[in-house]
């Protein structure tokens, strides 16, 4: 069994939550926001949860407020 991830890229902060789908602990990563890439953020606090891309399931939702805000 793996992790469950989400991503929200918002306008200050990029937040990850991550489900152990076996043990049902949970694991939150939060760091700034990188406006000139923001897909530089979402990588940061993937590295900062200290999984493991075989740690992943099929699932990495990926949320924003970008563009409203």
Do not use: Y
């Not at 000139?36 to 099929?58: C, M, P, W, Y």
Request: proline share 1%; net charge neutral; with cysteine.
């Amino acid at each position: 069994m793996g992790h469950r991830v989400a991503v929200d890229v918002g306008g200050t902060f990029t937040d990850l939550c991550a489900l152990n789908e076996k043990t049902g602990e949970l694991v939150f990563v939060k760091d700034s926001t990188t406006p000139a890439n923001f897909a530089h953020g979402v990588v940061q606090v993937i590295r900062k949860s200290g999984l493991k891309k075989e740690d992943f399931t099929s699932f990495l939702g990926n949320g924003s407020t970008i563009v409203i805000n």
